[in-house]
């Protein structure tokens, strides 16, 4: 369904008339709201899937599982009610006139009734070089009235979060309580019964969700049923400053945890009103690392506040430097990407940036930082290498210490002997328990993780200089690249990260990145001193690259192109894993030019409307192997796909966060239904190219 389309369905949604809203730089699949942590993770379905064509009221916000997590907004102007976020049966709807986003923050107008504007931004804030702000798992919902018609008007403010944001099993009993920490007031609510390192339904069985304001005398709060609560504010305007003392199921009458304020008189002057949302956690993850035995690591920002509260007041007063610096980001993203490639890109790396480190769970301590990543849609699996690896442009470009956090953990595991097999291990587990697999029974993917780890490996010393880092894991590093010597050339008949395509024997598109991997080793090699060892991967990697210009190239086809796999020569496929070549600066002293424009040429003769497809089997695609064959390939076929891709967000019907895999046809999902996965970090790929 096209744009005009979506936006007929919000007119029609829930038999409400909306004004049409304009939506800049694209209407996406789904808005992000709270998108800051695997568990704070709220968004807006958009797309025609399931969607409501991208409107903040009349529908409620959901967690990326598609669970509710209903979060209200109302708005009282001369008596009238107006509903400004959710979907509260019988609710007038205020008008929404425009929506943008940014790297950090979507921002909603509105227009209520005539007489008052509303500007609402939901702020998630990214800060990759400063570890203290990112380890804090909170968002932030800023929201100014003003009047539009020259007249004083009498406002309150009405917003509440349910119990649905605390636990994935709504039957479960949850508690909660209010109380004032150094100008604020808060509602924190948490299930009764806590397993520490558990989920249902990917929500955490852990942990204190906090909903916080300012205190101030123009401002009421109450906690107790839906119905209830905002009732009393649809009727008086305020609420009763008291708690329900009845600790009940999620869906035991709904409870809900509101602030009303009471604006006052509102001139054309804005009034804002600002709120915060998050979600702590002493400890988050257990993994298999040192020693026989788990290690518990604590959530990061403990190394830096004494207290839940100490952390929730510094998040709320912290408001103007975090946006200030959210700014900056947002800037920096917008520049750059424009420069590479125009307002296209900029319209999907910067709806990649939240969704990519929501993905990343900051633990350890300030001094020794882990982050642990979550496999979001896909299979909630942790640590998964070839997850991680097509994230590491972003990654790249922001903070490249951080891609050393991601690594550690899997070296903890593999380098203290809890995983039998030579190849390097594809995750550790289910998140949040990083076990690994002392029998070696993890997914089966040896060429492309060993492949992974090494690229990973030198592409953070080349913008670190750590050279400490490659001896420390010299050793693991060449048992990988043993493996890469006996495998790589003639790949076995296996899957690649591609897995949902299915397993396949000589891979074209697998078998260079294992021989990238071990040019790649030389240069580590040469780094750490061991010249015998640089000389041979160099030899052997290009020794096997132009073997495989003959093995994996259809010289004879008009015009020729790389197969899917040697000797079919009617396949194709991305060749996305040559862009490593051009990440560790190799350029086409190792892979020929010829091969780069071979495929250049190629992908515009293949493509489809939304996209080239990810090869010959199917006709779905995946935006991050896109861009990393975008990257490195001519302005013209580069502009090409990427206009394709930015015209699909804006049309799709699919109504999940920014899924990375949809069919170039249709722009639906192709039956597997991935979004929020973190490996949007690879639509990066321009900007992180050295």
């Known amino acids: 369904m096209g744009f005009k389309g979506a936006i007929t369905s919000a ?14 730089p694209a209407r996406p699949p789904a808005i992000p709201l709270a998108v800051k942590s695997p568990y704070l993770n709220t968004w807006l379905n958009a797309g025609s899937d399931g969607g409501n064509g991208g409107y903040l009221a009349g529908q409620w916000p959901v967690f990326w599982q598609q669970q509710v997590t209903a979060w209200t907004g109302m708005i009282r102007v001369d008596g009238a009610v107006y509903q400004w976020m ?7 709807n205020v008008d929404q006139t425009e929506f943008s986003y940014t790297s950090t923050r979507s921002n909603f107008v509105m227009n209520v009734g ?23 798992t ?13 007249a004083d008007h009498d406002v309150q403010l009405y917003t509440d979060i349910s119990g649905e944001w605390v636990s994935g099993d709504l039957g479960a009993i949850i508690e909660w309580d209010n109380g004032t920490s150094d100008g604020l007031v808060y509602h924190k609510i948490n299930r009764n019964s806590q397993t520490e390192i558990t989920e249902t339904r990917e929500l955490p069985n852990w942990g204190t969700f906090y909903w916080s304001t300012a205190d101030s005398d123009s401002l009421t709060y109450q906690s107790g049923s839906d119905v209830d609560v905002r009732g009393a504010f649809k009727n008086n305007g305020v609420l009763l400053t008291s708690k329900d003392t009845r600790f009940r199921a999620v869906n035991d009458n709904w409870p809900v945890f509101a602030f009303a304020k009471d604006l006052g008189s509102v001139s054309g002057r804005s009034v804002d009103t600002l709120f915060t949302i998050g979600h702590t956690q002493d400890d988050a993850i257990k993994l298999l690392g040192e020693g026989s035995d788990l290690t518990t690591y604590p959530s990061l920002w403990k190394s830096y506040f004494d207290s839940d509260l100490d952390a929730v007041t510094f998040f709320y007063k912290d408001y103007k430097t975090a946006a200030g610096l959210a700014t ?22 910067s709806l990649a940036v939240r969704q990519t480190f929501a993905a990343l769970q900051f633990t350890g301590t300030d001094s020794d930082p882990l982050v642990f990543l979550k496999e979001i849609s896909s299979n909630s699996d942790i640590q998964t290498v070839d997850v991680i690896f097509p994230a590491i442009p972003l990654i790249l470009y922001t903070n490249p210490n951080i891609l050393n956090y991601l690594l550690k953990p899997l ?40 492949g992974n780890m090494i690229i990973m490996v030198l592409a953070y010393y080349q913008r670190t200089k750590d ?56 240069d580590i090699a040469k780094v750490t001193d061991h010249a015998d060892d640089a000389a041979n991967y160099l030899d052997t990697a290009t020794s096997y690259i132009k073997q495989w210009q003959d093995l994996g190239i259809n010289k004879a086809a008009n015009p020729p192109h790389t197969t899917l796999s040697y000797g079919d020569g009617a396949s194709h496929g991305l060749l996305y894993n040559l862009y490593a070549n051009s990440l560790l600066g190799f350029g086409y002293d190792f892979v020929p030019k010829s091969v780069y424009d071979m495929q ?11 996209c080239v497809p990810l090869d010959t089997r199917h006709t779905y695609s995946k935006t991050d192997w896109q861009l990393w064959a975008a990257a490195i390939a001519s302005e013209e076929t580069r502009d090409d796909i990427i206009s394709r891709i930015a015209g699909w967000v804006n049309v799709t019907p699919t109504n999940r966060p920014f899924t990375d895999l949809y069919d170039c046809v249709t722009g639906d999902y192709p039956g597997i239904q991935f979004a929020a996965r973190p490996v949007q970090g690879g639509l990066f790929s321009l900007l992180a190219l050295p």
């Open 600 to 610: 250049s040429a190629f992908y515009p003769t293949v493509a489809l409307k939304y």
């Open 114 to 136: 005539g007489k008052v504007g509303m500007n609402i931004t939901f702020l998630s804030p990214v800060t990759p070089n400063d570890l203290k702000r990112q380890s804090l």
């Open 138 to 150: 909170f968002s932030y919902l800023d929201v100014g009235v003003y009047s539009l018609d020259g």
């Open 411 to 450: 070296f903890l595991n593999q380098e203290n002997g809890h995983y039998p097999n030579t190849n390097a291990i594809h995750d550790l587990g289910t998140f949040p328990l990083a076990k690994g697999y002392p029998d070696g029974t993890d997914e089966p993917q040896p060429l492309e993780e060993c």
């Open 467 to 522: 050279t400490a880092y490659l001896n420390q894991h010299y050793k693991i590093l060449t048992q990988w690249a043993g493996y890469l010597i006996d495998e790589s050339l003639i790949p076995a008949d296996q899957i690649s990260t591609d897995d949902f395509a299915g397993s396949l024997a000589n891979q074209t598109n697998l078998a260079i990145k294992g021989i990238i991997g071990l040019r790649a080793m030389a």
């Open 328 to 349: 900056d980001l947002d800037n920096k993203v917008a520049s750059d990407s424009l420069a590479a490639a125009g307002q296209d890109y900029l319209t999907i790396t």
């Open 86 to 92: 959710g979907s509260v049966p019988n609710s007038k």
């Open 11 to 24: 007119f029609l949604f829930g038999g409400l008339a909306l004004g049409a809203s304009t939506f800049s």
